[in-house]
Structure formats: C-alpha cells, structure tokens
C-alpha cells in the first residue's frame, strides 16, 4: 500500500510539472524571437577566420555559445527553478522524493533548452557555421578532378570564396554542397528527435494527470490569475506600507489621486510575517482536502488558515 501511494504522489507531481498550455505559447514565442536573432547572426556578424584550426573553434563557438547562454537564461527565468531553490531552503527538500526532483529538473530542463535547440537547428539548416566548422575536414581526394597536393591550410579556405586559389574555384559549389547537405541532415534528424520527445511527452502527461483534462485546463488557468493578482496585490501592498511609513517620518507622503484613495481605504496596512512568506513559497504538489482540490501553496495555506488550527496549518504547509 505504501509503495502505491508514493507511486500515486510521484505521478501526480509529474503531472504538476508538464507545461501548460500557456508555457507552450511563451515557448513558441521564445522560439520564434530565437530564430529572428539567428537569422540577424548570421547576417551581420558571422564571419569565418578560413584558417586551419581556427575554424572548427570558431564554427562549435558560433553555434555552442549563444545555446549556452540561452539554456542559462531560460533556466535563471524558470519559476520552477526558484521553488526548487526554495524548497532546499526552508524545507531541506526532505519532502521532496528522487521522482518529484526528477521531475521537477526535467521540467526546468525542458523549458529552458527551447531556446538552444533553436539556435542549434537554425544554425544547421542554414549550414554557415557547420561548414566553417568542418570545411578543414573535407578530404579533397573525395572530390573529382580535385587536383593533389592540396591540404587542410586549402580546404580552410573555402567558407571564402575570395580566398580559395582561381584553379580551385569550381569546386566551391559542391564542397558548399557537401557540407551544407551533412549540416542539414544533421538539423533534420534533431527536429524529429524534439517532434518525437513532445509526442512522448504529451502522452506522459496525459497517462500520468491527477485530474481529467478540464480540471487540468481549470487549474491552469487559476495558476495564471493567481500569479497576476498576486503580483499586482504585492506591488499594492509594498507601495501602500512604503507610503505609510514615509507619512510617518515626514508626517506627510506626496501621492496622486488614486494612491490617496487607495491609502485611505487601506489604513494600517501590516508587514506580511516571514513564516507566511516561506508557507507559500516553495514546490506544490496537487493535493484535496474533503474532496475539494487545493491549487496552489496559497490555495491551502488559505483554506487551512481559516480553520484557525495552527498544528494543522503547519503540518500541511510542511508538505508539498
């Protein structure tokens, strides 16, 4: 019985993780500004050394170091990764099992390499950088008609075109070819590995879901509302506490109209304790009380708080 349970909670967190459809969207926008800023890339600023040596550095650091730095920022920007360092935090992840922190950094993951695999599939269909890279590679004995005695320091050069000697010119179109034919072989080969992984994925999603497919849609959007009224009431209330406190040391706060209203409809406005603040701060994982379902750290915090029954409040906030 235990090991069905735990294996019930392990799937219900990995269906909390899975992207919603609103991620979907911001990925595909994500995806979308990617493409635009290879494309600028690759017309204003790629330019081949066409040297030996430095050409395999300069094609994988074209292609690698952009992917980097945007699996980096799409991991610093995921909310995920914040609970995740909350949790270990205030929580010491003791609640955390192997499955849920599985799941949890595969979601991190998945989210954040949208970005690079982009930049890494334009960058092999468009082939620049590939054939920069691989160019010095090329065996000119492979080619017909390519006369002998011709090397790497050669095959280096032809990423530009002014570069490569007038008696090799006319191989340019097919070592161009060749290369560009590998590079993009290569970028298709990965769009069906990612096609792949987000067919599986979905499947994943929907076998292992808590809840049917309208809650689930439900639940999504509750999150979303959530985080936008919470964000908006939060500047509120720091501006509210801020104006309060500088009216007391001044004995008077410069305010517009509306902050005047607003700050006297608010009177008393109180700083939020830090044990309220780490309750709702941290990993969620779907739970029901009675029946009910609880969407949310602040879903639960605020219906076991109006019980009034702090060992209660406390037991449950300590889980996921």
């Avoid at 990925?27 to 979308?32: F, K, V």
């Avoid at 269909?125 to 005695?149: H, I, M, N, V, W």
């Avoid at 792949?196 to 439900?218: A, D, N, T, W």
Wanted: hydrophobic fraction near 45%; proline fraction near 3%; charge should be neutral.
């Amino acid at each position: 019985m235990a090991a069905a349970a735990l294996i019930t909670e392990n799937f219900k967190f990995v269906s909390l993780f899975f992207k919603s459809k609103d991620v979907m969207i911001f990925n595909g926008l994500i995806a979308l500004g990617t493409v635009a800023s290879q494309t600028a890339y690759n017309v204003f600023a790629f330019d081949c050394p066409c040297s030996v040596g430095r050409n395999y550095l300069y094609g994988l650091a074209a292609i690698g170091v952009p992917a980097l730095v945007f699996f980096l920022v799409g991991v610093m920007m995921n909310k995920s990764t914040w609970d995740l360092v909350s949790e270990c935090r205030l929580r010491s992840c003791r609640k955390l099992s192997g499955v849920a922190a599985f799941a949890l950094l595969g979601t991190i993951i998945g989210q954040a390499v949208v970005a690079p695999l982009t930049w890494v599939v334009i960058s092999l269909l468009q082939g620049k950088a590939y054939t920069c890279a691989l160019s010095e590679f090329t065996d000119p004995r492979t080619l017909e008609g390519f006369p002998d005695g011709h090397g790497s320091e050669v095959m280096a050069k032809f990423p530009c075109k002014e570069s490569v000697p007038e008696e090799l010119q006319k191989f340019l179109a097919a070592v161009e070819r060749r290369l560009k034919y590998e590079s993009q072989l290569i970028g298709w080969l990965l769009v069906a590995g990612m096609a792949l992984m987000v067919f599986l994925h979905l499947c994943l999603k929907r076998c292992s879901s808590p809840i049917g497919y309208l809650q689930e849609s439900y639940w999504s959007e509750y999150r979303s509302s959530e985080k936008t009224l919470f964000q908006n009431t939060a500047a509120a209330h720091a501006r509210i506490l801020a104006a309060q406190n500088v009216k007391s040391f001044f004995g008077f706060v410069a305010l517009d109209k509306e902050e005047e209203e607003q700050l006297a409809e608010q009177k008393n406005v109180a700083p939020i304790c830090s044990t309220n603040w780490d309750r709702v701060t941290g990993v969620y994982l779907y739970r029901e009380k009675n029946g009910l379902p609880l969407y949310s750290r602040l879903n639960k915090w605020s219906t076991y708080s109006l019980g009034n029954d702090m060992e209660t409040l406390e037991k449950e906030m300590d889980m996921l």
